[in-house]
C-alpha cells in the first residue's frame, strides 16, 4: 500500500543531486530542469545589479558546451530594476529565461514592453487637473480652520500640499506582467512569428502521472478533455489506469463513489469540449448526450460496459453552454482540478471558461488539505520580495509554483498552435480552497507532418460547418485537401451521399483522376494539393469500411415522421445505411446509402449464418506422485491441465464476414489517422435551414390560349 509513496519520496529525493542534461534529448518531466537551484541561486545575485535574468528551461536541449550568441545587446545602460521578471510565462507556464531565444519562456530585455515592466514609467497628473488643484488649495489658504468648520468642511481631508507633490511619480501597480516573447507572438500575430515555430516536445503520460503524484492537495479531480470534432479518437485509452488507478464508479449500485488512496481521494470525469461544432442550438446538442456515451462506452472497451458514465458532460466555452455548471463544480470541489488531453482540444480556452473569477473574498466552506507553496510567481512584487520567493522555489520538483492568489489571474492563452501549453500552469482560486491546473497536452496526431506549412492550420475546425451534399457514383471518388485523403466507393452500381464535416476543400473526381491527383502525378489549376512533394508515394490504404448502422428511420423523412404519414420502418421496402469517417485532428465524413430491404436481410442472415469450430482441449495428464503434499494438491487444481477433462467439440455460433455490406476505401498518409464510429446524423443537424421565402413559389399559369376561350365562352352564353 505505502510502495508508491515510498517510491515517489525516494524518487524526489534521489533527483536533488542529479546533474543537469548534457546530452540534446530534452527533459519535459515538466517544469524544472533537475539539478539548476545552484545556478539560479547566483543568477538571482547576479540580477541584483544586472536586468538580465536566466530562467531554467524545462525542454532545454542544447548541450552544455553549447551558447547562444543571439542575446540581443541593452541600449541602455545597467541599473538595478524596480521589478523582476516573472518567474514563469503566464501564457504558456515556462520558466522565465533571458537567453536562448530558440528556447521556450523567453524574454527580449530590449523590446518596450519588457523594458516598461522592469523600469515602469511613472505617469504624472493631468495638467488640467493641476491647475485646479492649484486654484482650490489657494482658495482654501486663505480661510481659516474656523471658517472652514462652519462650511462643514474637514482640513484634514482637503488636497493638502502644492502641486509639485501631486506631480510624484506612481509605479503603476495594475500594470499585467509581460508574457513570454513566444507567447506575445502568438497573440498578436498567430502562428506566422519565427518564435511561434519554437520546438515543442510533448509530454507521456507517465511524465503527467508523475506531476500529477506531487499534487499538495488531498483532494484530486482529473478532467479528462476530448474533443467533439472528431470524438472519440481524441480518448486516451486506460487513461484513469496510467495515472495511477483512478476508480470509477461501475454500475453495481453498492460499489462506492469514491475512493482512498494514500490518504488521497482522486476522481476522474469525461468533457467533451467544443460542442457547438455538433449543431447549431445547446437543446440539439443536449439531445445528443445518449448518443455521445454509446460511443464513448464503445471506444473505453471492456471498462466502458463496467462504468456508469454519470460524469460526462458536453460543454462550449466559445457559447458558454455548460460552463458555469463545471465552474460550479470545480469551486465545490476544491482541491487540486487537473486538465488532461491532448493538444487542440480547447483545454485552455475551457481552463478560462470554468475557472471560478472573483471568489477570493470569501471564505472556504472546507479545507482543501493543501500544504504551503512551494512558490509563487509573482511579478508584481519587488526585487527583494522576488529574492525571497526564489528561495522557497524548489526546483526538483516536477510541478512549478503556483501563480499568485488574485481575483482576475491572467489565463493561459488560446492558440491553435499545437503544444501551446509548455508547462503546468497552477492558478490558485477562493484564498487556498483549491486550484485549477492546466496540463500540457499528449501528441495528437502527425498529420501536419505530410502537410504544407502554409496550410497546417487549416486542418483545425475552428466553427461549425454546414456542408453540401456530394452524389459519389460509381466510378468516381472524393478527394480532401486536393489529395491528402481519397473515399472511393467498393460497392458497384451504388451511390453513395457523402458529407464533408472537415475544413478542408472537397473536390469529386474520377477514380483514375483520383488517384493521379494523391499520388502527385497529375495538377490542375483548379484544385490545390496541400501535401508535401514527395508525401503521395506514402499513401497507403487505410482500411474499408462498411456502411453496417442503420438510420432508416431518421432519414425516411416524412414516411416515417408521427406527424406526416406515419409508416413505420418494416413498412418500407429500403434500407438507409450509414457510417461516420473519423480523420484524426481535423473532423469526420458522413457516407449515406440506400439499398433494398431484401437484400439487407440476406447480408444479415449470411453474417449470422452458424459455422463448426474445431475446439482443441490439452491432453488429460494424471497427478504424478511425489513426496511433497502441497504439489498434489497444485496438481489438482482447476486451473491445471491435469485437471483438465477431454471435451468434445461444440458448434459455436460466430458472425461470419459478408463483403455484400455498402462499403468504401479510404487512403491517407501512411494508411494512418482514419477511424470509424455510429453515425451521428451530422447532415440532418447542421443542414442548411429552409424557410417559407427560400421556397419556390408556385408558377404563373400559363395565358396561352386564353382569349380564344373567353371568346367561346361569351359566344356560347350569347347564344343561349
Excluded at 503544444?419 to 501536419?448: H, M, Q, V, Y
Excluded at 438507409?576 to 449515406?592: A, F, K, N, P
Excluded at 491432453?619 to 477431454?646: G, I, Q
Excluded at 427560400?694 to 400559363?702: A, E, L, Q, T
Aim: charged residues 25%.
Amino acid at each position: 500500500m505505502h510502495r508508491a509513496l515510498t517510491a515517489r519520496l525516494l524518487r524526489q529525493a534521489l533527483r536533488v543531486g542529479e546533474a543537469a542534461p548534457s546530452t540534446g534529448v530534452p527533459l519535459y518531466l515538466c517544469p524544472a530542469v533537475v539539478g539548476l537551484s545552484s545556478r539560479l541561486s547566483s543568477i538571482s545575485l547576479r540580477a541584483s545589479t544586472s536586468i538580465s535574468q536566466r530562467r531554467a528551461n524545462h525542454t532545454e536541449a542544447l548541450s552544455s558546451n553549447t551558447k547562444s550568441t543571439t542575446a540581443s545587446p541593452l541600449s541602455e545602460p545597467l541599473e538595478k530594476p524596480v521589478r523582476r521578471l516573472p518567474l514563469t510565462c503566464s501564457g504558456c507556464g515556462a520558466f522565465t529565461q533571458t537567453e536562448d531565444p530558440e528556447q521556450l519562456g523567453y524574454y527580449d530585455v530590449s523590446k518596450r514592453r519588457v523594458r516598461e515592466w522592469l523600469h515602469p514609467i511613472a505617469r504624472r497628473s493631468n495638467s488640467l487637473e493641476g491647475d485646479e488643484d492649484k486654484i482650490v488649495n489657494a482658495a482654501l489658504e486663505s480661510l481659516d480652520q474656523g471658517r472652514l468648520k462652519e462650511l462643514g468642511l474637514d482640513p484634514a481631508t482637503l488636497v493638502e500640499g502644492d502641486g509639485t507633490e501631486n506631480e510624484t511619480m506612481s509605479l503603476t501597480s495594475h500594470q499585467k506582467a509581460p508574457v513570454c516573447d513566444r507567447c506575445h507572438d502568438l497573440l498578436h500575430h498567430s502562428t506566422k512569428g519565427d518564435t511561434a515555430k519554437v520546438t515543442m516536445y510533448h509530454p507521456s503520460v507517465e511524465s503527467l502521472r508523475e506531476t500529477i503524484e506531487e499534487s499538495p492537495h488531498k483532494y484530486n479531480h482529473i478532467y479528462h478533455v476530448i474533443d467533439a470534432a472528431d470524438f472519440p479518437m481524441s480518448l486516451i485509452p486506460r487513461l484513469n489506469v496510467l495515472l495511477g488507478d483512478v476508480p470509477l464508479r461501475t454500475r453495481n449500485r453498492r460499489s462506492r463513489a469514491d475512493k482512498y488512496q494514500n490518504d488521497r481521494k482522486t476522481e476522474m470525469s469525461f468533457i467533451i469540449t467544443r460542442g457547438d461544432l455538433l449543431g447549431p442550438t445547446k437543446e440539439m446538442v443536449d439531445a445528443m448526450m445518449p448518443y455521445l456515451k454509446d460511443v464513448l462506452r464503445d471506444a473505453l472497451g471492456r471498462l466502458g460496459q463496467r462504468i456508469r458514465l454519470g460524469n460526462v458532460r458536453c460543454v462550449s466555452a466559445r457559447r458558454g453552454w455548460w460552463t458555469k455548471t463545471v465552474k460550479e463544480d470545480v469551486w465545490n470541489r476544491g482541491g487540486a482540478g487537473w486538465m488532461v488531453g491532448k493538444v487542440n482540444v480547447g483545454k485552455s480556452q475551457l481552463f478560462e471558461a470554468i475557472y471560478p473569477k472573483g471568489r477570493m473574498i470569501e471564505k472556504p466552506e472546507r479545507a482543501s488539505g493543501s500544504t504551503h507553496p512551494r512558490g509563487s510567481s509573482t511579478g508584481k512584487s519587488t526585487t527583494h520580495e522576488d529574492d525571497e520567493t526564489l528561495a522557497t522555489v524548489n526546483f526538483g520538483s516536477l510541478l512549478p509554483p503556483p501563480q499568485p492568489a488574485q481575483n482576475y489571474p491572467d489565463m493561459p492563452i488560446v492558440s491553435s498552435l499545437p503544444g501551446t501549453t509548455a508547462s503546468p500552469i497552477r492558478i490558485p482560486f477562493g484564498n487556498g480552497k483549491g486550484e485549477l491546473i492546466d496540463l500540457p497536452g499528449l501528441a495528437r496526431s502527425d498529420l501536419e507532418l505530410y502537410v504544407k506549412e502554409e496550410h497546417r492550420q487549416s486542418l483545425i475546425m475552428k466553427k461549425r460547418i454546414i456542408p453540401e451534399q456530394v452524389t459519389v457514383k460509381p466510378g468516381s471518388s472524393l478527394i480532401l485537401g486536393g489529395g491528402l485523403i481519397r473515399i472511393t466507393p467498393r460497392t458497384p452500381d451504388m451511390i453513395f451521399l457523402m458529407y464533408n464535416f472537415t475544413p478542408l476543400h472537397e473536390h469529386l473526381t474520377s477514380t483514375e483522376k483520383a488517384i493521379a491527383f494523391q499520388g502527385q502525378s497529375h495538377q490542375s489549376i483548379g484544385l490545390e494539393n496541400i501535401t508535401l512533394p514527395g508525401a503521395g508515394d506514402k499513401m497507403k490504404h487505410a482500411g474499408t469500411f462498411k456502411l453496417d448502422h442503420d438510420v432508416t428511420k431518421k432519414r425516411a423523412g416524412p414516411l416515417t415522421r408521427k406527424s406526416a404519414i406515419g409508416l413505420s420502418v418494416e413498412q418500407l421496402p429500403f434500407r438507409v445505411l450509414s457510417v461516420d469517417i473519423l480523420i484524426e485532428g481535423v473532423g469526420y465524413v458522413e457516407i449515406v446509402a440506400q439499398v433494398r430491404r431484401r437484400a439487407l436481410e440476406r447480408i444479415i442472415a449470411s453474417q449470422n449464418a452458424p459455422r463448426e469450430i474445431e475446439q482443441e482441449t490439452r491432453p488429460k495428464e494424471t497427478p504424478h506422485n511425489t513426496s511433497d503434499p502441497f504439489s498434489d494438491m497444485y496438481n489438482m487444481r482447476r486451473d491445471t491441465a491435469a485437471y483438465d477433462k477431454v471435451t468434445e467439440p461444440k458448434v459455436q455460433l460466430q458472425p461470419q464476414e459478408s463483403s455484400d455490406w455498402p462499403a468504401v476505401d479510404i487512403y491517407s498518409p501512411e494508411g494512418k489517422f482514419i477511424g470509424s464510429r455510429k453515425p451521428i446524423n451530422g447532415w440532418l443537424n447542421n443542414k442548411p435551414r429552409e424557410l417559407a421565402e427560400h421556397k419556390k413559389s408556385r408558377p404563373r399559369r400559363s395565358m396561352k390560349g386564353a382569349k380564344k376561350l373567353e371568346k367561346q365562352r361569351r359566344g356560347e352564353h350569347h347564344d343561349a
